[in-house]
């Protein structure tokens, strides 16, 4: 899996949108980038993923470049439980048998 | 939505006793999965399963054992708890495309 650099920490204000970068610049063509988020003592929450296109669920938005060598996870109005650690991670989709690796993530705290 | 459950959210345990973990997933995933979590260690994959009655060792398979018996239920074992298996015990499933779902997690306490 190609490996990924997330800043160790950032603050957002509560109804802000808050824009968590990711560099993977080694990522391959048949890569995708998944992002998952870990409040404090619960497990691991699966946010959304993609492979090239800008991708958009009920809980988040995903930017990729066009290079596809970095990507910003977007929460567009973020609430105090938004609070958490986030991962962005690289890998071959059909992957599913092979375990999950977690870099250290964006410790992420939204202030009120 | 995808829902992976855990049977416990706590547990505490003596040294020497037999501990069974319980998962269970709704969503007829062939793969599920055990994790321990601990702080500085990230996520360890203890054993995982790719279908009933199959299980392959992870990166840290020592002092546990796995059953799966039906699709949906994946059991951790720990034969004869130590100390050093304090830890949060996290269960995830995926079908062979999509992202791992996991459950909320059992935090074990060995005394």
Known sequence: DAKTTQPPSMDCAEGRAANLPCNHSTISG??????YRQIHSQGPQYIIHGLKNNETNEMASLIITEDRKSSTLILPHATLRDTAVYYCIVRVADQGAQKLVFGQGTRLTINP | DVK??????????????????????????????????DPGLGLRLIYFSYDVKMKEKGDIPEGYSVSREKKERFSLIL?????????MYLCASTDRYGPQHFGDGTRLSIL
């Open chain 1, 30 to 35: 048949n890569e995708y980038v998944y992002w």
């Open chain 2, 79 to 87: 034969e004869s708890a130590s100390t050093n298996q304090t830890s």
């Open chain 2, 4 to 37: 992976v459950t855990q049977s416990s959210r706590y547990l505490v345990k003596r040294t020497g006793e037999k501990v069974f973990l319980e998962c269970v997933q709704d969503m007829d995933h062939e793969n599920m999965f055990w994790y321990r979590q």
